[in-house]
Structures are given as structure tokens and as C-alpha cells.
């Protein structure tokens, strides 16, 4: 009769050297490596998202804005140009205002004739994120 130790591995028993563990280890971080690169270099070229949301909530801001002067000054009151309120360091905004015809909203080929609609455009430029434009259509009842 033999007699093990108690301690003694089995010899058919066999696990992973720490060499085998390594090469593991390597290969994974170097695909992993190479899949997330293009991740990474796609989110270093985006617009910083703080400040597209805070250009998006001026251009809305503005149209609102434009909203407030009619009902308070009427539809001929809704000209060109942004409103009083000063832009935040960095922001320039700009408003187009435009008589449209009923058959086209669209179509600000014809901005001097007077007509019920007026299609409204704030675009505000920031640096970092570019043009943001809100487009509004204006209506005399």
C-alpha cells in the first residue's frame, strides 16, 4: 500500500502555469486594445455635451422669446436679431426672420412679401460645439 502525503497533488490533476496566465492576459489586452480604439477616438472628436446642451436650451430660450413678443407686441413686432438678454461668454446668437407663403413654409425665396407666417430661425455658435439652430413658424390669426 502506498502512502500519500497529504499535501501532494494528484498527478493527473494539472493547472495553469503562470506563464500560460500571462500570454492570457496579454493577448486579451491587446484585442481589447484594438477594439476600443476606435471607441475612444470617435467620443475625443464629439462636441463637449455640457455646452451642445447649453446652446440647445438658448436657441429654445430665444424662441421662446419670440413667442412673448407676440403676445405681448403683436405679430409685426417679431423682427430679426435676438433679444436683449446677453448671451453667455462664448455664445453668439443670431435670429432670421422670414414671411413664408402658406404653400411652402419653407421657402424664404420671397422674405419681403408680407403674408400671415413667419418662419423663424435662431442659430446659436459656440466654439466648441458649432451651430445649433430652433426653427419656429409664427402665425397671424
Known amino acids: 500500500m502506498s502512502r500519500r502525503r497529504p499535501n501532494a497533488p ?3 490533476v494539472r ?6 496566465v500571462t500570454i492570457t492576459i496579454l493577448v486579451i489586452a491587446i484585442i481589447g486594445t484594438a477594439v476600443l480604439l476606435p471607441f475612444v477616438s470617435s467620443l475625443s472628436g464629439s462636441p463637449n455635451p455640457v455646452v451642445m446642451q447649453q446652446a440647445i436650451d438658448l436657441a429654445q430660450g430665444e424662441l421662446e422669446q419670440v413667442i412673448a413678443t407676440k403676445r405681448a407686441n403683436g405679430f409685426a413686432a417679431i423682427v430679426s436679431g435676438c433679444s436683449a438678454f446677453p448671451m453667455p461668454a462664448g455664445f453668439t446668437c443670431t435670429r432670421t426672420v422670414c414671411y413664408v407663403p402658406a404653400a411652402n413654409l419653407n421657402d424664404t425665396s420671397t422674405c419681403a412679401a408680407a403674408t400671415a407666417y413667419k418662419r423663424v430661425a435662431v442659430t446659436v455658435n459656440h466654439a466648441l460645439v458649432g451651430d445649433v439652430s430652433a426653427v419656429s413658424l409664427v402665425t397671424n390669426p
Open 15 to 20: 493547472g495553469f502555469t503562470l506563464i500560460e
Open 10 to 12: 494528484d498527478s493527473g
